[in-house]
């Protein structure tokens, strides 16, 4: 077996044919990856994170970002990762909707993780099952705040407001990604949402350098 070979629970190695030696579940060998991966993707990580999650060493293209964004989201279930460009930011937040969800428990399951790109959030309807799909996850990623339009009547703001009341209000893991700084992102977000974000989340700003070149955020 590979010895990057991982339990869908847990993300620990399996230490066994089929046995996880962290959180006891029974896995089938050569399965594992297969599963994560299907997973991964119904759930619209990018195919080169998804890669980047499965490759077996996440300390190159995550950087130091994994043990800052587990360390916040075991004291509140929102979390601000901001820092420049190709960090590994990107990498860390899926890989903290990996972590967060039990996979293998039951296929049959509904779609309990979303990827969303900032950029995606100008196309979502306030009405109807747009931001439904948005507010249900377990857990929720948005990737590269910054880069979506904000419209001058304020509606955009609004939604995201109102997304992360209702997820805070129901405890469930939100992380978000920026390459805006603590200054910058205030003043494009407004006090409303950073006093949200402060009172049920962590803004972890840090100047992780780039790890792109063979490995891309």
Not at 84 to 104: E, F, I, Q, S, Y
Not at 120 to 139: A, H, N
Not at 178 to 201: H, P, Q
């Amino acid at each position: 077996m590979s010895s990057s070979e991982v339990c869908t629970a847990c993300w620990a190695p399996i230490v066994e044919d089929a046995f996880c030696g962290s959180c006891g579940c029974m896995i089938t060998p050569g399965d594992s990856k297969k599963l994560m991966r299907k997973e991964l993707t119904n759930s619209a990580v990018p195919p080169r994170v998804v890669d980047l999650l499965l490759g077996g060493n996440l300390n190159v293209p995550a950087g130091g970002w994994l043990e800052l964004l587990g360390d916040a989201l075991g004291r509140k279930p929102m979390a601000v990762l901001a820092g420049p460009v190709g960090g590994g930011k990107t990498v860390a937040a899926a890989h903290a909707m990996a972590v967060n969800l039990p996979w293998h428990h039951d296929e049959r399951r509904p779609l309990k993780a979303l990827f969303v790109p900032a950029y995606e959030l100008m196309q979502i309807s306030p009405y109807g099952s747009d931001l439904e799909r948005l507010s249900q996850p377990d857990v929720l990623v948005l990737d590269d705040l910054g880069r979506e339009y904000l419209d001058e009547k304020g509606f955009l703001l609004a939604l995201i407001d109102a997304l992360l009341n209702h997820r805070y209000d129901r405890g469930l893991i939100t992380v978000m990604t920026t390459n805006l700084n603590a200054v910058s992102f205030s003043k494009r977000y407004g006090e409303r949402i950073v006093d949200r974000l402060r009172e049920v989340g962590t803004f972890i700003e840090a100047n992780i350098a780039s790890q792109r070149g063979g490995n891309r955020e």
